[in-house]
């Protein structure tokens, strides 16, 4: 059967390696990764030997240089078994992207490092003063002497406490606009990096947390875009790429979600009529609403990762519709799966429970749905974004 990202015969192999590994390895931790709010240390460490970190690394660099659709499909099946892991992961390949569109003095060293599965990257582009409106850094860089040092204080970090580096976000030196920013990298044990600490609601072993930075020194080998071009990487690159893995997590958040709640429709009966509970047709109306809203959000992205591959003026659109209508589709979809599944999900019987925590999460995330009404409301009324 074509999978509905339309992936070539040798893209479907990455998707069956990561369905492989979900099952062995990302379920058998979920559970307690998200009970102890606990890094997901196993699963990144299998992600690593099985090379799913260099997925979408440029193949000169020793990865395999896959398309957005392949990570769609791998960060899909991710989130099936350990959306906890799944988002780590996201972070890590788009983050990965803006390093390797961009031009830090290691980008060679860090790319292949992240081939090779030792090295995760993440993003630290939210911050106290600017909130989850991300484009708008409200910390800067100040030159010292021929580099540069940096205070800032970044609110929410996902693998915080465990990526090799962070690609982070400041207004340029002098500059006049919040817009006027530059990328640069954050090394793990690099005086001036105080992490702190918190637990969430949904995605709790994916590691967040808020970070400080002091008098914190980057090196002018260490920026990552020119000073001034940090917005067009954040837009350009890590926006698109940010979109297609958390859309196709939001998706694997669903269809985990039909799974579960096709099962217990089929185990669960009750004895005095002898029926079993998808002999019910509300509850079996609720199950096709959740299947028809999670394969037309899945058709979106499916078309949107196509648009990517040959963008035109209406790709940016997509990819905000993407993530919009994602973002939609897993808070419904879980919310049904609850109400289809009643006391079994609400009382942990089910793993459903957790999806619907997880699901909220891109309710929160920038950009919000919000950001992504106002963004497409300007791009369909000729208004320019900012
Ligand atoms: C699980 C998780 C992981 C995360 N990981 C990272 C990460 O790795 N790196 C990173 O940089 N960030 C990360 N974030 C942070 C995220 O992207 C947001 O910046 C953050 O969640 C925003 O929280 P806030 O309270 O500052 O939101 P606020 O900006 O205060 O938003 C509150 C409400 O106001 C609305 N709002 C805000 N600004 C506008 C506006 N301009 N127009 C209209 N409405 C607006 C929002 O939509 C929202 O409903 C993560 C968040 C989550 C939940």
């Given amino acids: 059967m074509a999978h509905i990202y339309g992936l070539s015969p040798e893209q479907q192999k990455f998707a069956d390696k990561a369905a492989a590994l979900a099952k062995e390895v990302l379920a058998k931790h979920a559970a307690d990764v998200d009970a102890n709010g606990r890094y997901p240390k196993e699963s990144i460490e299998a992600l690593a030997a099985a090379g799913l970190l260099g997925l979408c690394v440029p193949a000169e660099f020793g ?70 409106n991300f484009w708008a850094p409200s910390s800067s860089l100040v030159a010292d002497g021929a580099d540069y040092k940096t205070d800032a204080t ?8 465990n990526a090799d580096s962070y690609v982070s976000s400041a207004r340029m030196p002098g500059a006049e606009s919040p817009l006027a920013s530059t990328l640069y990298l954050v090394r793990k044990g690099d005086a001036g990096v105080n992490i702190g600490g918190f637990k969430g609601v949904g995605l709790r072993g994916n590691d967040s947390a808020p970070v400080e930075l002091k008098g914190y020194k980057v090196p002018k080998g260490d920026l990552i875009t020119e000073n001034g071009k940090g917005a067009d990487g954040m ?8 979109v297609v893995g958390t859309s196709a997590m939001s ?21 005095f009529t002898g029926q079993k509970l998808r002999d019910l047709p509300n509850l079996r109306a609720r199950l096709a609403d959740m299947a028809v809203a999670t394969d037309r959000s899945r058709a979106l992205l499916g078309y949107t990762v196509s648009e990517m591959e040959k963008p035109d003026a209406m790709t940016p659109l997509r990819v905000l519709q993407s993530r919009r209508c994602a973002i939609d589709t897993a808070t419904h979809v879980t919310d049904l799966a609850m109400k289809a599944c009643g006391g079994a999900a609400f009382s942990h019987h089910l793993p459903i429970e957790r999806l619907f925590r997880d699901a909220r999460a891109g309710w929160v995330m920038a950009p919000t749905v919000d950001h992504l009404d106002d963004f497409m409301g300007k791009a369909l009324t000729g208004l320019p974004l900012f």
């Fill in 63 to 132: 990865g395999a240089a896959q398309p957005p659709r392949t990570f769609a499909a791998v960060a899909e099946e991710l989130a099936q078994e350990c959306a906890s892991t799944a988002m780590i992961y996201v972070m890590h390949v788009t983050a990965a992207q803006q390093i390797a569109a961009g031009n830090p003095a290691d980008k060679a060293a860090i790319l292949k490092a992240a081939a090779a599965g030792k090295h995760l990257t993440t993003l630290a582009f939210s911050e106290k003063g600017s909130r989850s």
């Fill in 154 to 161: 970044k609110s929410w970090v996902t693998t915080a406490h």
């Fill in 235 to 242: 837009l350009q690159v890590v926006l698109p790429w940010f």
């Fill in 251 to 271: 998706h694997g958040l669903c269809l985990k979600a039909i799974a579960l709640t096709s099962g217990h429709l089929q185990g669960a009966g009750i004895d």
